[in-house]
């Protein structure tokens, strides 16, 4: 029943940064682990970073971590996404999603999510 819009793609060169937001509906957020995906051109939706309803655990991608930075703000039913050092790999749509807290369950697998938003266009240019 969640709704989650995404926020804050654009056009970047390699090298640059973006910060993608997520907002959320409803009075239910601080329930929820939020994700992270994307979905390069012609690619499967592939995992990219993920956080534990508390916020004390978050897990991501190789391909990203040490440049990317997951938090949320409960108080704003928002989850953000940091992203650095850009590079033209990391050209996708981006989703935010929606799973109940993980336990056993895969943080990294589309599956575990039950909510998705529209997702937002990052490009990185040359």
């Known amino acids: 029943q969640v709704q989650l819009v995404e926020s804050g793609g654009g056009l970047v060169q390699a090298g640059g940064s973006l910060r993608l937001s997520c907002g959320a509906s409803g009075r239910a957020f601080s329930s929820y682990a939020m994700g992270w995906f994307r979905q390069p051109p012609g690619k499967e939706r592939e995992f990219v970073a993920a956080i534990r309803r508390s916020g004390a655990s978050t897990y991501y991608a190789d391909s990203v971590k040490g440049r990317f930075t997951i938090s949320r703000d409960d108080s704003k039913n928002t989850v953000s996404l940091q992203m650095n050092s850009l590079t033209l790999e990391d050209t996708a749509v981006y989703h935010c999603?929606?799973?109940?807290?993980?336990?056993?369950?895969?943080?990294?697998?589309?599956?575990?999510?039950?909510?998705w938003g529209q997702g937002t266009q990052v490009t990185v240019s040359s």
């Open positions: 999603a929606a799973a109940w807290d993980f336990g056993t369950a895969s943080y990294d697998m589309a599956y575990t999510y039950h909510a």
